[in-house]
């Protein structure tokens, strides 16, 4: 295995091509390319905890024109992310096992792991472009095929809010290669060795051309409005990985390009891009609590949780980068159950909106455990996992800018203001008038499996969070400041 | 091996005669003319490897670096046409190949009187196969429009050409310019980019894209694209201090908006694919402005090549899904992917292409045309040229949502017709370009170095 992080994410792609032609039997070969994918990583992850000294994985391929170079390099955080990925596509498949899909469903979302890992592994700036935008086919297709009723119209606006975004990050990146040439007489796309300060007076336009790029994704507000519609529109599973991981690529973008690229800016923008993401947390809170669709609640309710991360992040205080990190992977652990519930129930039922439902607790005490967890562990209970990310993050934004730590505490106590009476409404509450409570029957024995594992982790991070940010520590230590 | 210099014109002007002499046959044999158009396009081809480099073979003709790639060029984008010729029309296949040896000599003109003789040459078969290429009237009243749109930039250049003369007293390039010799540049330019649809010059150019048969909008788009591109940057040779090509970047970006904001409300396919046609015209100024605005390097005229080889297998690939699928607008798309699945999913392969969503050609080619607008700090037109791409994603993925997610509005039968063989080789080399870039750059490489 010489080649180990190119057979990472093309070990995906090639699983997507075989269900592409294994017609009715495409699951099966779904499921062992998922496995193989999530062994991969999980193989990576060992490796590198079982060698400290092997804190990154390189891998150099040749220059092509243009310096443009196949360069992939793996350190903990690429590898955690895409561990990220693996696990939850594992699950994704799993909790789709019986789903009426054709071939297309599980090439689709092999391919989108594959791009996902691409984008994590990917240190020349043009792979990382294209990865980056490879991800939006599969997820473009999941949504238009197999989501729910106003699906189309998500399916493009997701598509073209992202790739709008996109666009500033490119011509970003162009004026970022070109100035680098001038300046040095290199041709490079190679993150290591781009030196941003070759831009000049076009240094800023370029930061904040990559800060849009990476915004939207995330998203920021005011560039979130295709989430709402996409999370909501999309199949469990997809929503699963939209939240559970594609958000994570803005803030991932931010960590790997834009603040080592411009260390000093970053910061100097910190009033705009903290004030940004604490506002986030506190409109996303809101916006929750003024829904009626659970789906749509949970979507809000990314946002808010987002915002968190990037506060950490931007702090670049040593807690709060790795805290911010780590709730990268509370966020898809915990919203990933909730969306995979909502799902079980939309199956069950056809219906997600919060007065559907009632009485629940009584017909599906499994299901009514597993979300009451979940919710729990989302609003950041002390002794889960949300709590550990949600603390440092906030701890380290509140050694730099404290009011953006006061703001966000605040989203943390609006958090439990939306999600605790919507879990009431659905699980408690006396069932009323056209309530469809009486055709949820629980959760069988594969959800609850799939629950299990999702709630372990949960609890494994909030109890015992030390080795996890132990992991991500190395990847993120030269950023602080 | 060494070529006479004029071995590819040859070859295509043994194929205008051959499919004249089949014409005299009682029963030509089936399908000689489609053989006679393939062989003839495809021995130009094939000569064109050994071309001498930087020769001239008179005043007037020459070959160099360029000629070589866009007699490629050409010819690919001619190929899929020369496919197509299955019926047994002979005057057909005689306009068709003439228009093909006119772009051809333009890739080798060597002045300004050769550059209008080869305009003219290509120009005019092409009227008339407009005009034959459907039965009907509106082809016919197309033609006669692209005919006066013809005419009018053929009377632009001439006047063009005798002020510049005037002024300079050459027919080739020159230094310094008067006023005089600026507005005969500017009547040139402004010829060219008639001929390349630049707005707003561009009025004519969907209605013979929409009334003409698609794989000859096709052939219209590519081939003929690429030769006008050709003749706007040996203008920019030719009368290298004409103010003109300081504003193409401008008129460029205005071009590539314009086509794809106009593009947005089109019903019928083959008007929406014209459109999308002047939008990538518009992307292609900006290339040539940048490629003049940086002392015309070689990395300049790579990037176009690239453009317009990817450009060659994308619209030929859609004219030939409109052709085999027999679909005429956009609601007849819905629902029909299931029916077609192998020509559908080229034809979506085609259309994330043309919208630029790596890892295809299409994404390449945008990349490498706006980052030589960049280099060259044009940064503006180069932001107005992705913008006009984000644009025209509305409609490409608008075409991919109706084609999959939506059902049909008629239930009734549909029998596509031939060709999906076609659309599907297109739509592989087009990701074998995204895939594999460095296979058109080593091409061209070699030749530009």
Not at chain 2, 54 to 64: E, F, M
Not at chain 2, 350 to 364: E, N, R, Y
Not at chain 2, 400 to 415: I, N, S
Request: proline residues 5%; charged residues 10%.
């Amino acid at each position: 295995m010489s080649h180990p992080l190119t057979i990472l994410w093309a070990a995906p792609l090639a699983g997507a091509a075989v269900c592409a032609f294994m017609g009715a039997r495409a699951r099966y070969a779904a499921l062992v390319f998922s496995a193989l994918f999530a062994g991969l990583a999980g193989a990576l992850v060992m490796t590198m905890l079982a060698n400290p000294a092997l804190s990154v994985v390189n891998e150099l391929g040749p220059v092509w024109a243009y310096g443009i170079s196949y360069r992939l390099s793996a350190d903990s955080l690429s590898v955690g992310l895409i561990a990220l990925t693996a696990f939850l596509n594992l699950i994704c498949v799993a909790s789709s096992w019986e789903l009426d899909v054709p071939a297309g469903y599980w090439s689709c979302f092999l391919a989108l792991a594959s791009a996902l890992a691409g984008v994590f592994l990917a240190r020349d700036l043009f792979f990382f472009y294209v990865f980056w935008e490879a991800t939006l086919i599969p997820m473009f297709f999941i949504i238009g095929l197999w989501g729910s009723s106003n699906r189309l119209h998500a399916a493009v606006k997701f598509f073209l809010f992202t790739f709008a975004g996109s666009v500033f990050m490119l011509l970003a990146l162009l004026t970022l290669v070109s100035a680098h040439h001038r300046a040095t007489g290199v041709w490079t796309w190679d993150l290591a060795a781009l030196d941003a300060s070759a831009l000049g007076t076009a240094g800023p336009l370029a930061f904040w051309g990559l800060v849009l790029g990476f915004a939207v994704k995330i998203p920021m507000i005011p560039l979130h409005t295709w989430l709402p519609d996409a999370h909501t529109e999309a199949p469990a599973a997809g929503s699963v990985m939209l939240a559970g991981v594609m958000l994570k690529m803005g803030v991932y973008g931010l960590l790997r390009v834009a603040l080592p690229l411009f260390p000093d800016l970053s910061f100097s923008a910190l009033p705009i891009l903290g004030g940004l993401a604490a506002f986030s947390t506190i409109y996303g809170a809101l916006c929750a609590m003024a829904q009626t669709d659970l789906k749509r609640m949970i979507a809000y309710s990314s946002i808010a949780h987002l915002g968190f991360c990037l506060l950490g992040v931007l702090s670049r205080t040593s807690q709060g980068l790795v805290g911010g990190t780590l709730q990268l992977v509370n966020h898809g652990l915990t919203t990933g159950a909730l969306f995979l519930m909502v799902g079980f129930l939309y199956e069950r039922t056809h219906k997600r909106g919060l007065s559907d439902f009632g009485d629940l607790a009584s017909r599906a005490p499994f299901l009514a455990f597993f979300f009451g967890f979940s919710t729990l562990a989302s609003i950041g209970l002390p002794g889960l996992n949300g709590f550990v990310g949600e603390f440092m993050a906030l701890s380290g934004a509140l050694s730099v800018l404290p009011i953006l730590a006061f703001a966000g505490a605040l989203g943390v106590t609006l958090a439990a203001a939306y999600a605790l009476p919507a879990f009431q409404a659905v699980f408690w509450a006396p069932a009323g008038p056209g309530s469809v409570s009486e055709k949820v029957s629980d959760l069988d024995l594969r959800e609850r499996a799939v629950l299990w594992t999702l709630s372990a982790l949960m609890l494994w991070i909030g109890l015992a969070p030390k080795p996890w940010l132990a992991f991500f520590e190395p990847a993120l230590r030269g950023l602080v400041r | 091996m060494t070529m006479f210099p004029l071995a590819p014109q040859a070859a295509l002007a043994a194929g205008v005669l051959g499919a004249l002499f089949l014409g005299l046959l009682r029963r030509p044999p089936p399908l000689a003319l489609r053989a006679l158009a393939l062989a003839s396009i495809g021995g130009a081809m094939l000569l064109a490897v050994g071309l001498p480099a930087d020769v001239y073979v008179s005043p007037i003709l020459l070959t160099d670096a360029k000629t070589v790639g866009w007699q490629y060029l050409i010819c690919l984008g001619a190929l899929p046409l020369a496919y197509w010729l299955d019926g047994e029309d002979d005057v057909l296949s005689a306009l068709f190949l003439g228009a093909v040896l006119g772009m051809s000599l333009l890739a080798s003109a060597a002045n300004l009187a050769m550059l209008f003789i080869a305009l003219e040459f290509m120009s005019l078969p092409a009227y008339l196969l407009v005009a034959r290429s459907r039965p009907g009237d509106s082809s016919l009243e197309a033609a006669i429009k692209y005919f006066f749109a013809g005419g009018v930039a053929g009377a632009l250049f001439m006047l063009g050409l005798a002020l510049y003369y005037a002024d300079t007293r050459s027919l080739a390039a020159s230094s310094a310019l008067s006023p005089l010799g600026q507005a005969g540049g500017a009547l040139m330019a402004a010829a060219a980019l008639f001929k390349l649809g630049a707005f707003p010059l561009n009025w004519w150019l969907p209605d013979v894209y929409e009334a003409s048969a698609p794989e000859v909008s096709g052939f219209l788009s590519t081939a003929m694209k690429s030769a006008a591109v050709l003749f706007l940057m040996r203008l920019c040779e030719l009368a290298p201090e004409a103010a003109f090509i300081a504003w193409l970047p401008a008129i460029g970006a205005i071009t590539a908006l314009a086509g794809s904001v106009m593009a947005l409300r089109q019903e019928r396919l083959q008007r929406l694919f014209a459109y999308s046609s002047i939008s990538n015209a518009g992307l292609l100024i900006i290339g040539v402005g940048a490629w003049a605005a940086s002392g015309r390097s070689a990395e300049g005229v790579s990037a176009i090549l690239f453009f317009l080889g990817a450009y060659a297998f994308m619209s030929n690939g859609t004219f030939a899904f409109i052709k085999y699928s027999g679909l005429e607008t956009r609601s007849q798309l819905k629902g029909r992917g299931a029916a077609m699945p192998a020509a559908a999913a080229a034809f979506t392969i085609l259309l994330f292409a043309l919208g630029g969503i790596p890892p295809t050609g299409g994404f390449m080619a945008k990349l490498l045309l706006l980052w030589r607008a960049v280099d060259a700090a044009l940064l503006w037109p180069a932001a107005a040229g992705a913008l006009s791409a984000l644009i025209s994603l509305a409609y490409y993925l608008g075409m991919t949502r109706e084609l999959w997610f939506e059902k049909a509005d008629e239930p009734a039968a549909f029998k596509p017709g031939t060709g999906a063989a076609l659309v599907v080789a297109c739509a592989a080399g087009v990701v074998l370009l995204g895939a594999a870039p460095w296979l058109m750059s080593s091409i061209s490489g070699g030749l530009l170095r």
